[in-house]
C-alpha cells in the first residue's frame, strides 16, 4: 500500500513524465491524468490476477449485457475501492491542491440514459465488491448522452463528445477484435447426412473492437472488466468492392456508415421507436458479446458447447439485448454445428432477462421487414423459434389457443422483443415487488401461467459506496463514530443506527451534517443558477428524466397553488422551502419540453415577486447527470417521488436520498413500497391513488379530469393560469399543456393526486419545523436503507438466477 509520501512522489514523476513541468507549475487537468496513472497502474497487476483467478477455478461466469453503463466519472470512486483515497487526498492537500478540482477535471461518461445504465454501473461495483465473476458488456458511443443547456427556458442539446481528450481507464484491445455481418443473403445446402446448412452471401462486414475498461472491488484486490465495443472498419484485405457496378456502390456506403453504429446513444428511455440504425447497435453488441462468450469457453473449458449454459449466464438489461437469443442459437448452430433441440436447450438456460418497464409505448417491437433485411438468418431462426412456440401452445395449451395472436413472437408483421426474451430465456425477473406482481398479475399474465418458475423479483440497489461513502463523507464519518465501520461491507448493519432514534445529540449532529452539505449546495445553486437560496429551507428535490408519468408536472402544480396563497395571503405562515428540479427531456418528446419552459417561467415569477420575500424558491439545475445527482443528493431534505401509481418500475433516486437521509414524499408506487414498509408510515409521506385504484379508474372509464377542473378552485385557477392567465404573455403560454390534460382525460391522475398531495406537503411544512422530530425520521430512513445496496440486490441475482458463488483467491496479493 502506498504511503503519503510515495504517492506524492510518484505523483510529482508522472507528472514531469507527462508535461515535463514541475508539479507546481502543473494544470489540474495533468494532475488528473497523473493520479489515473498511478490508479490504472494500480489496478493494472490486480486486474490480470483475477482474470486469471476466474479461468483457472473454471467457475460459472456472468456477462451483464446492456446498451448503457452510466458510469459517471471513475477516479474518485478508483481511488476509493482501491483504498488509496484517503492517502491521494493528504498528498493533494501538501501540495496545495483540492480534490474536488482534480475529479471536475474528468469528463462525466454518460453512456446512459437514467436509471437502466445507471443500474447498471452499480452493479458493477456491486459484483466486483462482492469478488462475482460478472463482467459488463456495452457499447463504446463516441457520444454520450446529449449536454443539455437551457436557452430562454427551452432545452437545447449539444452533442457530449466525452472522448475529446484521452479517456484514461479505457485499453483498446485490437487482437481481440472480431467481426460482425449485416444484410446480405443466406444459401442454405443440404448435407451429406441431410442436415441444412445455412451460409450468408453478400453480408457487409463490420470489426467490432474491445476498449476494456477496470471495475475495481472495493478493498478486496479484485478487478473486473467492464468491455465496450467499438464499430470499426473492417482490416483492409477484406475491402474488396464487389463484382458489379450496384455491389461498388453499396459497398462504399456501408464503408461510410459504418462508424454510426457505435456513434451515438439514443437518448430516449421511454418511447421506442423502430430505427434501423439502433437495431444494428444492438445486434453488434450481442453478436460480439456472444462470439467473445464462446470464444472464451472453448479456450478455458475442456467441455462440449452443449454444456455451456453450466458455465456461462448472460443477463440481459431489458429488451435492448434481446436479439441475443436468436443470436445465440445461430452461433451454436451455424458455426458450431450444434443441432436445433442442443442450441435451444442451451440458450433457454444461458439467458436471464431483466424487465424495467410496463409503459406499453416503450415496449420494443421491430417492423419483420427491418429485420429481414438487416439480419436475414436472425430472422429465419426468430421465425422457427415462432412457429415452435406458437405450435406448442396451440397442442399442449388447448386453453390459451384464442390468446395465440397475443403470445405470438411474431404477429401484426412485428417482433415482440418482450415475447422473444421470455421464450428465450430461464428467468425473467421485475425490479421492484409491486412492478413483479404487476407484470405476473396482468402485464405478463399469460406468460406467467405458462412458466410460472420462470418470474422472479429482485428488487433495484445503489452502490452505497459510491452514494453514501464517496458523496456525503461527513455522514459516512458520522455513521461510522456511531456503529463502527462494518455497515461498509455489511450494509444491513446500518440498522445499528436505530440505537440513536432518542439521542438528541446525535440527531444535532446528523442536521448539522446535513447543513453542511445545504450550505455547499448553496454555493453551486449561486454560481450555477445566480440565484441564492437559504440553506435554513426545505430542499425539495426532484431529479430525474423528464416525463408525464412522473408527473414533475404535480410538483409545478404544487408551487404555483403555494405561490397562489402567498398572494392571496403574503403574511401566511410557511416553511420556507427551495425546490430543485433537474431533468433531461428526450428531444422529441414536446410534452416533457413544455414542462421544462414551465419550471423555468414559474421560477422566473417566484424567484422575484416580492411578496414571496424569498421563502419560495425555485431552482432547474441544467444538464443533469451523474455527476450533479453526487452533489444534489448530500443536500436534498426532501426526496419527490410522486410517479402515477403502477408506471414507475422501481426508481432508484428514492434510495439514494433515502440513504443520505432524505425524507421521501411519494405515491405507492415501485420501490417506495419497500420503502414505506420498512421504515413505516410514519417516517414517509405517502399520498394518492393506488395502482390499484387507478387501474380500476382505468377498467370502468370512470375517471372525469374535467369535473375536479370545475369542482376544486384551486386546480382550476392554476390550469387557468396555464391558459393565458398570470403565468401565460404573448411571448409565452402554456395552453398545450392546459388542453393535452382536459382533451385527453389527465392521463396520468395529475389533477386526481392534487388534494392528497397538497394535504401530504402541508405535513411536510409542518414537521420540518419541529428539527428534532425531522431527523428523527431521517435517522431511521438511513437505518433501512441497507435494504436498497446493490450488494443485496447483487447476492440475489447470484443465489436466484445465476447460481454463482464468490470466488475465494488464493494468490498472495488477492
Ligand atoms: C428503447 C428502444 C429504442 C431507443 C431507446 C430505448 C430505451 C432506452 C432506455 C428504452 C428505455 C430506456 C431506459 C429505461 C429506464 O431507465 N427504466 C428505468 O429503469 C430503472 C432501473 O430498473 C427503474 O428504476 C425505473 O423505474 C425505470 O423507469
Known amino acids: 500500500m502506498l504511503t503519503i509520501e510515495a504517492f506524492e512522489h510518484k505523483l510529482k514523476e508522472k507528472v514531469k513524465q507527462a508535461r515535463g513541468v514541475d508539479i507546481a507549475g502543473a494544470a489540474d487537468k495533468d494532475i488528473y491524468y497523473a493520479v489515473a496513472a498511478i490508479v490504472q497502474e494500480n489496478m493494472h497487476e490486480n486486474w490480470h490476477e483475477t482474470k486469471k483467478a476466474y479461468e483457472d477455478q473454471q467457475e460459472r461466469q456472468v456477462y451483464y449485457v446492456s446498451m448503457e453503463f452510466l458510469i459517471g466519472r471513475l477516479l474518485e470512486s478508483n481511488l476509493l475501492n482501491c483504498g488509496l483515497r484517503d492517502v491521494c487526498h493528504e498528498a493533494l492537500h501538501r501540495l496545495g491542491r483540492s480534490p474536488e478540482d482534480i475529479y471536475a477535471e474528468e469528463h462525466d461518461a454518460g453512456l446512459g440514459n437514467g436509471g437502466l445504465g445507471r443500474l447498471a454501473a452499480c452493479f458493477l461495483d456491486s459484483m466486483a465488491s462482492l469478488q462475482y465473476a460478472g463482467h459488463g458488456s456495452g457499447i463504446r458511443y463516441r457520444y454520450g448522452l446529449f449536454e443539455q443547456r437551457i436557452i430562454h427556458g427551452n432545452q437545447v442539446e449539444l452533442p457530449d463528445y466525452w472522448l475529446k481528450e484521452t479517456y484514461p481507464w479505457e485499453t483498446r484491445k485490437a487482437d481481440e477484435a472480431l467481426t460482425i455481418h449485416f444484410g446480405g443473403e443466406v444459401d442454405m445446402h443440404t448435407r451429406a447426412d441431410g442436415t441444412l446448412e445455412f451460409s450468408p452471401r453478400n453480408t457487409d462486414e463490420v470489426r467490432a473492437v474491445p476498449y476494456d475498461v477496470p471495475v475495481a472491488g472495493y478493498d478486496n484486490n479484485v478487478v473486473n472488466t467492464l468491455r465496450l465495443w467499438s464499430a470499426e472498419l473492417p482490416p483492409e484485405d477484406s475491402h474488396l468492392l464487389g463484382d458489379s457496378e450496384s455491389r461498388y456502390y453499396h459497398h462504399l456506403d456501408h464503408m461510410h456508415s459504418i462508424e454510426q453504429i457505435s456513434g451515438f446513444l439514443y437518448p430516449d428511455d421511454s418511447n421506442y421507436e423502430g430505427k434501423e440504425l439502433r437495431l444494428k447497435q444492438q445486434y453488434f453488441l450481442v453478436s460480439a458479446t456472444l462470439q467473445q462468450i464462446i470464444g472464451d469457453f472453448k479456450r ?275 416553511t420556507p422551502r427551495t425546490f430543485i428540479f433537474a431533468a433531461k427531456a428526450a428531444p422529441g418528446y414536446y410534452m416533457a419540453k413544455e414542462i421544462i419552459k414551465l419550471i423555468h417561467h414559474v421560477a422566473s415569477v417566484v424567484n422575484h415577486d416580492k411578496d414571496v420575500k424569498g421563502r419560495l424558491k425555485l431552482i432547474f439545475m441544467e444538464n443533469y447527470n451523474v455527476s450533479l445527482a453526487e452533489s444534489i443528493i448530500p443536500a436534498a431534505d426532501l426526496s419527490e417521488q410522486i410517479s402515477t401509481a403502477g408506471k414507475e418500475a422501481s426508481g432508484t433516486g428514492n434510495m439514494k436520498m433515502m440513504m443520505n437521509g432524505a425524507l421521501t414524499v411519494g405515491t405507492m408506487d415501485g420501490a417506495n413500497v419497500e420503502i414505506h414498509d420498512l421504515v413505516g408510515r410514519d417516517n414517509i409521506f405517502i399520498f394518492g391513488l393506488s395502482s390499484s385504484e387507478i387501474q380500476q379508474y382505468r377498467d370502468e372509464g370512470s375517471y372525469n379530469a374535467k369535473e375536479i377542473y370545475h369542482a376544486d378552485d384551486r386546480v382550476r385557477r392554476i390550469m387557468d393560469q396555464l391558459n393565458g392567465g398570470d403565468f401565460g404573455s404573448q411571448e409565452i403560454e402554456f395552453k398545450d399543456i392546459f388542453y393535452h390534460i382536459l382533451s385527453h382525460n389527465d392521463p396520468y391522475f395529475v389533477l386526481k393526486d392534487f388534494e392528497d398531495y397538497i394535504v401530504t406537503q402541508e405535513h411536510v411544512d409542518s414537521t420540518f419545523r419541529i428539527r428534532e422530530k425531522w431527523q428523527q425520521k431521517a435517522l431511521v430512513n438511513i437505518a433501512y436503507s441497507g435494504k436498497f445496496s446493490s450488494d443485496r440486490t447483487i447476492h440475489e441475482y447470484a443465489a436466484d438466477i445465476w447460481n454463482i458463488a464468490p470466488v475465494r483467491f488464493s494468490t498472495p496479493s488477492l
Request: hydrophobic share 40%; glycine share 4%.
Open 300 to 574: 478455458v473449458h475442456d467441455l462440449p458447447l452443449k454444456q455451456m449454459h453450466q458455465k456461462i449466464c448472460v443477463q440481459i438489461n431489458d429488451t435492448h439485448p434481446s436479439l441475443a437469443v436468436p443470436e445465440l442459437m445461430r452461433l451454436l448452430m451455424d458455426q458450431e454445428g450444434l443441432n436445433w433441440d442442443d442450441a435451444w436447450h442451451v440458450t433457454r438456460h444461458t439467458i436471464a432477462y431483466t424487465n424495467h418497464t410496463t409503459l406499453s409505448e416503450a415496449l420494443e417491437k421491430w417492423p419483420v421487414d427491418m429485420i429481414k433485411h438487416v439480419l436475414p438468418r436472425s430472422f429465419m431462426i426468430i421465425n422457427e423459434i415462432n412457429e415452435r412456440f406458437c405450435q406448442g401452445l396451440w397442442f399442449d395449451h388447448p386453453e390459451l389457443r384464442d390468446k395465440i395472436p397475443e403470445l405470438a413472437v411474431i404477429a401484426d408483421d412485428q417482433v415482440h422483443m418482450a415475447r422473444l426474451a421470455i421464450v428465450g430465456s430461464f428467468s425473467v425477473n421485475g425490479v421492484a415487488q409491486l412492478h413483479t406482481d404487476i407484470l405476473k398479475k396482468s402485464e405478463m399474465k399469460d406468460f406467467h401461467e405458462l412458466y410460472p418458475g420462470k418470474f422472479n423479483n429482485k428488487t433495484n440497489g445503489i452502490t452505497h459506496r459510491r452514494w453514501l461513502l464517496q458523496v456525503n463523507t461527513e455522514l459516512a464519518d458520522t455513521i461510522s463514530d456511531a456503529i463502527g465501520p462494518q455497515w461498509i461491507q455489511q450494509p444491513s448493519k446500518l440498522a445499528g443506527l436505530l440505537r440513536y432514534t432518542n439521542d438528541n445529540a446525535f440527531l444535532q449532529k446528523l442536521d448539522q451534517v446535513k447543513r453542511n452539505n445545504k450550505a455547499k449546495m448553496t454555493d453551486i445553486i449561486q454560481k450555477q443558477t445566480g440565484i441564492s437560496v437559504d440553506p435554513d429551507s426545505i430542499f425539495d428535490v426532484q431529479i430525474k428524466r423528464l416525463h408525464e408519468y412522473k408527473r414533475q408536472l404535480l410538483n409545478v402544480f404544487h408551487v404555483i397553488y403555494l405561490y397562489n396563497e402567498i398572494k392571496d395571503n403574503p403574511a401566511m405562515d410557511i
